[in-house]
């Protein structure tokens, strides 16, 4: 699993060891050197001779970032500090200064100019503008400096090297405001930070390497990713005298006369991740049943549902049902995944074994149901802000599908997921989605009942699978969402294997 603490939260992890002499700057900046270093090897053999251009804010980020470029220099790489701010890191500028590096305001336009001649010329930028005491945008000489490294043209673009973070991302929440540059690398110190796991943020990061500093930091991670061997740890294995209804049971509200193949790629999901059996309730059976001879249409009892892919405004019988099957979940203790047409009838307050599933659109007109302000941009340029939002307004576990998925739940639990290919933004792929997690939930239902974070950890999983599906159906190609779910089953094994 990757992890990632908040600003503070290493801010008060470095406080003891800071009050004990330990030299956390200089072993931040070590690592970084010894990290250009490497690339420098990589891209040109040696580190002798090498262009290396310093971006300098006005705070430690900048000590840092000065610090790794006297290092450099004294390796014999030829180092250019530009500096943004009046204030600059006094121990930085001397170290710098000692081991002959130039040092060169950069505080007007003219000064902006003439540096980007040398951010052109350069093998490798290092930004350190802003680390984790950044508030708001760049501001300033160094979002010209940004500016100028963002309009080189892409044959004089150097190795761009993030110090702690891109400048200019909300460190905690993902955000990105004003100039952000595209970084090659990111070299973060003492832990991960959320910014480098969740979008839009994570985007501009490019390979992110954590310096370990020996922080000791709080128990629970502010952001996690899952990797294989957590899926593999989550997943529900039959033991050897299961039978279908202990493995568990998935009742799907999906489909209507105008859209019945929802209904079909969610079945095709729940039934190619392994669930014990699944149940139609709906007007597309015989569509269902075709595709599916496994599924058994009516009702029954279930261990958890899936209501509300592909049913239609206009359809108030299929509407009734997923009512029905939500106040059944409710009043039954069985968790439920709440998709499309059936978030429009969620009720004002549920528990979190109650999974949304809504892309940026949905979740926008979620929260405008509850008197909350929200647009779609303003929910991708913020989707972990307003995730929280809708689990804090509604109570429920909430999964925000995107080119990384968001997922939030109680107590603070909160994964991003970057697992699926862009190919995967295809009709029908959501359906198959919350197929997968609706049989992770029948199949972990009274863990998912006695545990209220345990559904957010499914749904992360339940991505994970659902993007290495799509990689594995067709590598580096277009994929349906059929080909998404007939995938699922060798992916599964893999990742049990693994
Ligand atoms: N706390 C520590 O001892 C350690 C900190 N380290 C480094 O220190 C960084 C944090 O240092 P700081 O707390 O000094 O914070 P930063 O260096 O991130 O930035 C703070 C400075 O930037 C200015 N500033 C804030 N927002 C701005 C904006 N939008 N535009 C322009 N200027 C802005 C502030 O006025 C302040 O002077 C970390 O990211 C990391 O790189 C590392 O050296 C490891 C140890
Ligand atoms: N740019 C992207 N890269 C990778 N996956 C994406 C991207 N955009 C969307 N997805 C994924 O594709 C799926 C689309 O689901 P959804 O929007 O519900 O479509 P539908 O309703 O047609 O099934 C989700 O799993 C989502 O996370
Ligand atoms: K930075």
Partial sequence: MLTSWTADDVRAAERPLLASGVPLMER???????????????TRGRVGGARVTLLVGSGNNGGDTLHAGALLARRGAQVTALLTSDRTHAGGLDALRAAHGRVVPTLDDAAADDAAQDLARADVVLDGLL????????????????ARLRT?????????????VPSGVGVDDGTRTGEVPDVDLTVTFGACKPALLLPPA???????????????????????????????????????DAHKYVRGVLGVVAGSARYPGAAVLQAAGA?????????????????????????????????AWVVGSGVAPDDPEQRARVRDALSHALAHDEPAVVDAGALEILPDRVPPHVVLTPHAGELAALLVARGAHATRAEVEAAPLVHARRAHDLTGATVLLKGGTTVVVGPHGAAYAQADGPSWLATAGAGDVLGGVLGALLAGRSADAMADPTLPAALAAAAALVHGRAAHHANPGGPVSAGDVADALPAVVAGLLRA
Wanted: without cysteine.
């Fill in 28 to 42: 931040a900046a070590f690592a970084l050197a010894v990290h250009v270093g490497r690339e420098l090897r990589a």
């Fill in 131 to 146: 680390g984790i005491g950044g508030r708001g945008g760049v501001r300033g000489p160094g979002a010209r400096l940004l």
């Fill in 152 to 164: 080189l043209d892409a044959d004089a673009r150097p190795l761009v090297v993030a110090v702690d």
């Fill in 202 to 240: 994570a985007d501009a990061a490019g390979r992110v390497e954590v310096v370990d500093l020996g922080l000791t930091l709080p128990p629970r991670p502010a952001v996690a990713r899952l990797e294989a061997t957590d899926v593999a740890a989550l997943w529900p294995l039959p033991g050897r």
């Fill in 271 to 303: 039934v190619r991740a392994g669930v014990g059996m699944v149940r139609y309730l709906g007007s597309a059976g015989p569509q269902v049943l075709a595709a599916h001879p496994e599924v058994v249409v009516g009702e029954g009892r279930v261990q």
